[in-house]
């Protein structure tokens, strides 16, 4: 097969002959119709309350099942079992070190959100640190959630912009307005009280999508389920633990990496809480992270085994290895190999794991603005102009993603928006050190210079990080780089204490 290469990534999809552009498009309309039916269902007498917490109703278990699909997104679904051909089972080492991030989250975080009854998670830096401790914060997850939305968006538009409307001449940035309209208009209402359901619809497509492709590859394969794990566990990727520690998958750095990554990416972060602190109370928010944490330890074990699978697979049929194997590699055999089922369950699959990833990121950026800087609960607005105007950042954000998404697609380098996608990743070392220094001290800091601490901190990490080889005797970062980012912001800070201690919030 000749595959043509496009921004060196997704190409091999092209070449589809068994599969039309007409039944591809079926397929992901079929599926957005199963979502407005249940947001016409759960957006009955929504209000902003209902957008913001979910009126503080759900149903611990189903945000637990949700927040798996939300935790999951295109990328992990491509990336992560064609990564398996280098890295083995070594990314099992962080989803070890999720288990202990999601027990502090549940027991240290949660208890104070719920406390303070929060609706914005950052305006406890207010109450702590002060009001622009407080804006630094909620500045870090904007920047950091619209790059992170946006590209794995991008992922997941690209591909489906090649399957179906490329071939119909539609331009890129018309794909995209529609994806992005479609998610404004069954967001637009319900917000949280409708999402912790779609993205428990979307969590069931996405695990089957991932249950079927392992049961097809295993029968072509003509491998019972004990034929399954035995060939996975003799296969040479099935290795977790990594001991080199020069590698950036040494198991200390990937999994204490993996540990507070889990806390600044779901604790502290405004689009997971908002589902968590929808909860009835605290004890079943704790319940549904404890439970969630546990199910994404499994459904990510499943995605490793797919990609050992994937493979054996390969190796059986004599099939040529994909450029790019990580992100190639799946969609080839769903795509080329496996039939037109598995094709369009693969197809399910992506756009499953891509729809909470923008849905809940707009809800969330939304809730930021209007909490954190339109003052939504400091009694400026009444209910009337407080719907109006969260409307509107709503729209707003919608369109600042498909800009977002252009200009990824305009860059037309995969390597270059990967690195943008990373740099994403050390926002979220700020608001670990602010949240860190006003839990685990009681001093007081000097407002007004915390966000240049906040801009430096990040700087410095990745002045540390591009030179730690030459400095540190080949030492390389893995995922505890925002360890060492979150280190440098509350050191920062210590250097901007003032004598008066505070009150603990």
């Not at 957005?32 to 611990?60: C, E, H, K, M, P």
């Not at 860059?411 to 994403?424: E, K, P, T, Y």
Request: proline share 2%.
């Amino acid at each position: 097969m000749r595959c043509q290469r496009f921004s060196n990534s997704y190409s091999c999809i092209l070449n589809l002959k068994h599969l039309s552009p007409a039944l591809i498009l079926s397929v992901v309309l079929v599926y957005t119709v199963l979502l407005f039916a249940i947001t016409f269902y759960t957006s009955r007498n929504a209000d902003n309350q209902s957008y913001f917490v979910g009126n503080r109703s759900s149903r611990w278990y189903v945000v637990a099942y949700g927040m798996i699909g939300a935790s999951l997104s295109g990328v992990t679904f491509m990336s992560v079992p064609g990564d398996v051909g280098t890295g083995g089972f070594s990314y099992f080492q962080m989803v070890l070190g999720y288990l202990l991030g999601y027990a502090v989250i549940a027991f240290v975080l949660l208890p104070v959100y719920y406390r303070m009854n929060l609706t914005s998670i950052y305006v406890y830096l207010k109450s702590r640190l002060g009001e622009k401790t407080y804006k630094t914060g909620a500045f870090f997850f904007i920047l950091s959630r619209v790059v992170g939305a946006s590209f794995r968006m991008y992922i997941v538009v690209y591909v489906l912009q090649l399957f179906i409307f490329q071939a119909w001449g539609v331009p890129f940035w018309v794909t995209v307005l529609v994806f992005v309209l479609l998610i404004l208009a069954y967001t637009f209402k319900g917000g949280v009280k409708t999402i912790v359901w779609t993205d428990s619809l979307q969590t069931t497509f996405m695990l089957l999508s991932l249950l079927i492709s392992v049961y097809l590859i295993a029968k072509e394969l003509n491998f019972s389920f004990a034929d399954v794990l035995s060939s996975i566990k003799s296969s040479p990727y099935s290795d977790i633990f990594v001991w080199d520690w020069k590698s950036k998958v040494f198991f200390p750095k990937h999994f204490f990496g993996g540990m507070f990554i889990a806390i600044a990416m779901t604790g502290l972060d405004q689009e997971m809480m908002q589902k968590n602190i929808s909860c009835r109370n605290v004890g079943e928010s704790q319940k549904n992270m404890m439970t969630f944490s546990i199910i994404l330890v499994f459904v990510n074990f499943i995605f490793l085994c797919l990609g050992a699978l994937l493979y054996i697979f390969i190796q059986h049929q004599g099939i040529v290895i994909p450029e790019r194997t990580t992100d190639d590699l799946f969609p080839t055999i769903a795509m080329h190999y496996l039939g037109t089922f598995s094709a369009i369950c693969f197809i399910i699959g992506l756009i499953s794991a891509a729809y909470p990833s923008a849905d809940g990121a707009l809800t969330a950026l939304t809730a930021s603005v209007c909490i954190d800087f339109l003052g939504f609960e400091e009694g400026k607005y009444n209910e009337i102009q407080k719907t109006r105007i969260r409307k509107s950042v709503h729209i707003i954000f919608g369109f600042v993603l498909l800009g977002v998404i252009v200009l990824f697609h305009a860059i037309n380098d995969q390597a270059v928006i990967r690195q943008i996608f990373r740099a994403a990743n050390y926002t979220y070392g700020p608001l670990l050190g602010l949240f860190a220094f006003g839990i685990l001290t009681r001093r007081n800091v000097i407002d007004k210079a915390v966000p240049v601490i906040g801009i430096l901190s990040p700087v410095i990490c990745y002045i540390i990080d591009i030179n730690s080889v030459q400095w540190l005797g080949g030492y390389k970062f893995g995922n505890e780089l925002i360890i060492l980012n979150g280190g440098i912001t509350f050191m920062g800070l210590l250097l901007l204490t003032k004598h008066k201690t505070a009150t603990q919030v």
